[in-house]
Each structure stands twice: as structure tokens, then as C-alpha cells.
């Protein structure tokens, strides 16, 4: 790509491998294209890369030293040399390519040490639960996958100061092999510990500040928490109604919305609460995205319904009775703004941020992945619905409260003010 004017190019690098990590990458840059911006999207491939096409944006290919969850044992085995090579050749395509500044999510550690070695702007969009004054608030509990019989026996108070220690000067193996080979590659620069490498060199963050219950910094002000970014139009290949779902929604009784997420790791949970919600009288609609092929669902009762993709879940959130989510950023503010209370069972620690978030707004009840039991989730799910006139006020004081999810605009807009001065 040549650049026509004088407009700095961005790139923009989405997780196409996550849906949450892809969609909210594309708003920003589908708004920031709105205001005139020069806009490329970069790609390692992924289910989700038909957002982008859809909205009209040219991709350019990167092959991946690994994607995912696979990330930071590659880094860990792989030799530097490799590694360099991989950066090498990445720099010749931001080279050809022209591009000024690069924005993307922390999925792609990867990808980090090009931009440095170009001496190219790096901007993070991150959750907020990852901003260090929200480490620093002591909201960052002790997360429940680090938890064993062992850790169990500590009283929380302890656990939550180690792991706020921990989160905010940890180095570990990653850090230390990205400094080597940064002064290998003679990139002047050395990360701390591994939570200042996905600050960038400027961070966005995708949540509202009052819900996150934080106050703003000099470092991190208060405009840089740009509020939440939702679905909605983005996915026009699903955008239509769903007359199934409104015939499922018309039986008597409660109805539940189960929705784990796209990353295969949810998959045997997923399919354990199934079993569950299988033998209960509940009314079930549930999406698996892509946890599953549609010839590997399970055979289950005519109470649950089951739907590979649900573009306006907000909206089914609102009409059902409760949710059951696992924490992902995305899925927790679809609960929020839908005013209907939920149950979370998170994966990892920033899912258990985001869950204890809700918690604290008295909208949500959180359970242990780690020692989950189906006895908990139907006392859960009994307690919210034994006591459901309390837990649906205050999750609909807490939507109430939200303002305007306009994340993408107010994102765009920043990124305009931080390349306004790139010449």
C-alpha cells in the first residue's frame, strides 16, 4: 500500500483467533476510518477475519511465530534466533506497508518487538482490570485458577497481596527473553516485568472507570478509559431475527442465556453446565460459537436450544431471566447493559476481574471453575431466582448507570489526537 496524502497510516492488529479480542479492534478502526483516518489490518489468520472484510478493509498477512493460548510456551521453547528472524520479517512488511503507528490488543506478544526495532508507536487496547491502578485499588483478587488445596487454606487478605505483588513485578521467563533479544536486535529499551509489556506506548482502555471502581491518574487519565464497546452492527452476516430463539422465549417457566465465549478452553465446561441445565426444567438457550462443530453437540432435551452465533445478545440478555457467562470482557457489559443479573464462572484472572465487577454492583454471583461443582451452579442459580426482585433492581441500577456505549468513537478520536503530531 502507498500512502495518497499526508494522513499518517495506522495499522490496526485484531485477535482474529477470539471474538472478543477481534471486534472491538475493527469499531475502532471502522471509526477512526470515519474521521478520515488511513487505516490497514494486519492478520494472522483466524474465524474472525470475514469482520474486517465486511467492512470493506484491506488485509495484510502476517505469518505468526503462534497465536492464542500457544503464545507464551512458544516464546518459552523457541530459540532467539527464530524469534529474530520472525521480527525481521515482520519489519519488512510495516516497511512496504508504510505505517505510522500500530494498534492492537496484548494477544500478540509476538508482535511486539517490531514495532520497537521500527521505532513505530505502539497503541494498547486493553481492559481496564488490567490498568495498574486498578492492580493498585486491591481489586485484583487472587485468581481462582492458581488455586489448589494448598492455597485454599490461606486466608484471602494474603493471597490478594501476593497477587497484587505479583501482577505488578513479576518478570518471569517472557520478559526476560524479550530484553535479550531486544539488546540483541539493538532495541534500546527494558520491560520491568511482563505487565508494563502490554502498556504499549499508550494504553486505551476499554471499560467504564466508574465500574471499575478506580480513579484516574496523570499516567492514565480519565479520558483514556474510553467505556465499553459492544457488538451490535458490526455483525451483519448474523444480523436477522431469530424466530427460533422468540418460539423458545415463548415457553412457560425461567429462561437462561449460557454463553462461554470462542476459545476452546471453555470447552469442557461448557459442555459440563449443559449437562446440567439438560436435566433441569430451565428454558436454555446456548451459544458455543466456536467451542463446537455443529456434529459434536451433544444430544439434548427440547428445553435447550442451541445457536452457533447470537448477533443482538444484548437484546436475548434482556429476555431472559439470568446468564450464565464465563467473564470475558465483551460478555460481562452484554450482561451489564441487558440490566438482568448473572453467574459467572471465569477462566482466568482478568474473567475474574470482570465478573467481581458485576459482584460488587450486586448483579452477579461468581463460582470456582477450578473446584466446580453442579451442586453450586443450581444453589446459584436458585438464589438469584428465590431472590430475583433484589438482584434485578441492581443490575438494572447498574444499567441505569452506564453511559452510551461509545468506546469505538471515543477510542478513534484518541488515536486521531495521538497521530495528529506524527509526521
Known sequence: MIKTDKKPLIGFFPGFFDLGESYPIIKIAKRYKELGGNVVIFSHG?????LAEEQ??????IEPIASGPDITRYFQNESDENIIKFIKNQALIYQNTQIDALVQTSSYIDCLLTPLLLKI??????????APPYIQANHATYPDNFENNFTRILPKFIKNRINKWYTLNYQGPITKKINRIAKKTNINIHFRCFH??????????CDDIKFLGIKPTKEFPEKNYIGPILPDYIFKKYNRKDEEIEKHLNRPGRS??????SSKIMKEIFLEILNILNNTDYNVIATYTELYNKDELP?????ILMKKFIPNIIELNKQVDLAIIHGGRGTVYNAAYSGKPAIGIPLNGEQQYNIENLKRHGAALKLSKTFFQKEKLLKAIDEILEKYDLYLKKAQNLAYKFPKPEGDKN???IIQEITSNIK
Open 46 to 50: 483466524g474465524n474472525y477475519e470475514y
Open 56 to 61: 470493506g478493509f484491506e488485509i495484510k498477512k
Open 121 to 130: 508507536p505502539i497503541i494498547s487496547i486493553i481492559s481496564g482490570i488490567l
Open 196 to 205: 508494563d509489556i502490554i502498556l504499549g506506548n499508550y494504553t486505551i482502555f
Open 256 to 261: 437462561i442465556l449460557l454463553t462461554m465465549g
Open 299 to 303: 444430544k439434548l432435551n427440547d428445553n
Open 411 to 413: 477510542a478513534a478520536y
